[in-house]
């Protein structure tokens, strides 16, 4: 049975074109704009509890970033830019100047760029399980071994992905969620996965937008802020 908050959620579902392929979000409430960025094998419905509680006195935009969820692929690499790119378009289209970025894991790298190339746009940016630096060398050979292994079989390589994210009380005490949330990221195709992998690989270290800009910042790791600016 569909909760109240799923029905409200799903009605809300818009489409933009961008550059020949669909990208797909929310558009909730009213008042200041805040945008939500899922993290990679994720998609918008990852914010469904929260939309409801921000939207009573926010305007959110939640989207399903290129080769997550409903949006589509843009070749083979979807750089950090490319996808920043596709969520200014949506922004764009509505007609949105300021914003407040709340972004999770790979959201967080999109956000960055976001607000690195429109910083008079930005209200305050929040990193949700991110980070500002580049990967380091083992981390990119991982993203490498990752892709290579995709080719072969997807499906186990996105459960080692997925399941590697979560700990074992995480696991435990999580485990509906955390399968309704893996059923999702099964969903993922080939293309988009190796694409962000690919993206997330090649991205710089963007500490400078952090270290250079006034708006607020906020970082979160779990249920505990490690910093705020």
């Known amino acids: 049975m569909t909760s109240r908050?799923?029905?409200?959620?799903?009605?809300?579902?818009?489409?933009?074109?961008?550059?020949?392929?669909?990208?797909?979000?929310?558009?909730?409430?009213?008042?200041?704009v805040v945008v939500l960025l899922h993290g990679f094998l994720e998609n918008k419905h990852m914010w469904k509890e929260v939309i409801?509680?921000?939207?009573?006195?926010?305007?959110?935009?939640?989207?399903?970033?290129?080769?997550?969820?409903?949006?589509?692929?843009l070749g083979y690499i979807h750089s950090m830019e490319i996808m920043a790119e596709?969520?200014?378009?949506?922004?764009?289209?509505?007609?949105?100047?300021?914003?407040?970025l709340i972004g999770h894991s790979m959201g967080g790298y999109v956000s960055l760029v976001l607000s690195e190339k429109n910083p008079e746009m930005i209200r305050g940016l929040c990193l949700l399980n991110?980070?500002?630096?580049?990967?380091?060398?083992?981390?990119?050979?991982?993203?490498?071994?990752?892709?290579?292994?995709?080719?072969?079989?997807?499906?186990?390589?996105?459960?080692?992905?997925?399941i590697n994210l979560f700990s074992e009380k995480s696991k435990e005490k999580f485990n509906p969620e955390m399968q309704l949330a893996l059923s999702e990221a099964l969903q993922t195709s080939l293309q988009g996965y190796s694409a962000?992998?690919?993206?997330?690989?090649?991205?710089?270290?963007r500490l400078s937008v952090l270290k250079n800009n006034h708006f607020k910042k906020l970082?979160?790791?779990?249920k505990k802020i490690l910093y705020c600016l």
């Open 196 to 205: 962000c992998q690919e993206g997330m690989r090649i991205r710089p270290n």
């Open 219 to 222: 970082f979160i790791l779990g």
């Open 130 to 162: 991110s980070t500002a630096t580049s990967d380091d060398t083992s981390r990119k050979k991982l993203r490498e071994r990752a892709n290579k292994m995709a080719q072969t079989n997807l499906p186990n390589i996105v459960r080692m992905s997925f």
């Open 86 to 100: 596709a969520v200014s378009a949506v922004l764009k289209s509505l007609r949105i100047r300021k914003i407040t």
């Open 52 to 73: 409801p509680i921000i939207s009573k006195n926010k305007r959110v935009l939640a989207l399903d970033l290129l080769g997550h969820g409903q949006s589509g692929c």
């Open 5 to 32: 908050k799923d029905t409200y959620f799903c009605t809300m579902e818009k489409w933009l074109s961008f550059k020949n392929t669909k990208i797909s979000y929310t558009d909730s409430g009213k008042g200041p």
